[in-house]
Structure formats: C-alpha cells, structure tokens
C-alpha cells in the first residue's frame, strides 16, 4: 500500500510568514491528492483538493501544489486562525491514506 | 442541507461489542460512499475503511480488516461501524465522512463520536 508521509510533524511561525508543508507519497497517485485542516476539538475541514482546487470558501492565502508523489500546501500569509493541525490525503484508491500531520503554530 | 449526523458518544468495557451509526440527509444516499475514519487522542487521522451503500460494497484499510465490520442499511439512509470485541485500544473518536460530487476528497464530516473502552 501507498505510503503518505508528512514534513514537517510541526513548524512555528510569525504572522504574516510563508508556510509550506510537503507531502511525499511512496508511489504516484497522479494529482488525487487532498488537504485537510483541523483546528483543535473541531471536524476536519476540506481546503484542497485534486492536488491544487481550493474548496469552496477557503481563503486564497492557501494554495496546493505537485503531482505524481511530491505535493505541497502553502500558506502565503499565516494568519492566527490558521493555527490547526494540516493533513494530506491521497484518494485515487483505497486504501484512502492520510499523512501523519503537521501542527502549525504562532511564534 | 447535506449532513451526517452521528450517534452519540459511548462507554464501554472491553470484550463488549459496539455499534456506532452515522445517518446521511439531504441528499441522494446511495451515490455517495461513506467512510469511516479514527482518531485516536491526540493522534492524527486514520482512515479505516468505506462502504458504497448502494449495494454494500466495502474496502477496508489492512490496518483495520477484520477488526471492525462497516454496513449500511440504504432504507434509512444509515451507515455503520461495528466491533464484536471492543479493547482498550479502539478508545478513540470516529468521525464518518463522505465525497463531494465529482471527486472523492471528503467534503461532509459527520460530528463524530467519541468512543470510551475502559474497564
């Protein structure tokens, strides 16, 4: 099965910074490639999917990159709110795996 | 409005089996899978299997085969998540979730349910 791996596991970082957090999968998965943010206590929330359509509602300070087995989810001015916990998804088959996570928080 | 609305939250000691639902509304059930994913506290996202409710249909990640049993019952627009045995290890809480049209990243959570398994 498809491995998905995170990095960084967590990052600190001013407001108003640039935020990139990468996504290696073990084998290409073309562009079905998902994020996810989850704010402390909360559900889940889709930002991102098919590598780089930013979902409905979600501010264009996100954005997603890559394809095959190297993505990339930036965050071009972190922003408070943006403090969560971030998941890469890869969907083009089961198993649906998730990465392990990267917490960001405020420096 | 499309939802999934989960049952509510359980305790229970191990050995005992368990199961959780998670009702779909506001849309049309059987052209949506539905999965069901855990998170343990404090512990990242794991997604455990999925059930296609328009004929029963299952995958389940290896990680998960055998130790729980996803269904669904397309009548009342309900799927479920089920163990026969709980153990102190399945304490967790599990969310179900279910694709957007044309694409298959989860764009619906149910609320989750926090499952207790402690003796």
């Known amino acids: 099965d498809i491995q998905m791996t995170q990095s960084p596991s967590s990052l600190s970082a001013s407001v108003g910074d640039r935020v990139t957090i990468t996504c290696r999968a073990s084998?290409?998965?073309?562009?079905?490639l998902a994020w996810y943010q989850q704010k402390p206590g909360k559900v889940p929330k889709l930002l991102i999917y098919a590598t780089s359509t930013l979902q409905s509602g979600v501010p264009s300070r996100f954005s997603g990159s890559g394809s095959g087995t190297d993505f990339t989810l930036t965050i071009s001015s972190l922003q408070p709110e943006d403090v969560a916990t971030y998941y890469c998804q890869k969907y083009n088959s089961a198993p649906l795996t998730f990465g392990g996570g990267t917490k960001v928080e405020i420096k | 409005e499309v939802q999934l609305v989960q049952s509510g939250a359980e305790v229970k000691k191990p050995g005992e089996s368990l199961r959780i639902s998670c009702k779909g509304s506001?849309?049309?059930?059987?052209?949506?899978?539905i999965s069901w994913v855990r998170q343990m506290p404090g512990k990242g996202l794991e997604w455990m299997g999925r059930?296609?409710?328009?004929?029963?249909?299952?995958n389940y990640s290896p990680s998960f085969q055998g130790h729980v049993t996803i269904s669904a019952d397309k009548s009342i627009t309900t799927a479920y998540l089920q163990w026969s045995s709980l153990k102190a290890s399945d304490t967790a809480m599990y969310y179900c979730a279910r694709p957007q049209y044309g694409d298959n990243a989860f764009e619906i959570w149910g609320q989750g349910t926090m499952v207790t398994v402690s003796s």
């Open positions: 059930i296609d409710p328009s004929d029963s249909y299952t």
């Open positions: 506001g849309y049309r059930f059987t052209s949506y899978w």
């Open positions: 084998q290409g998965i073309s562009n079905f």
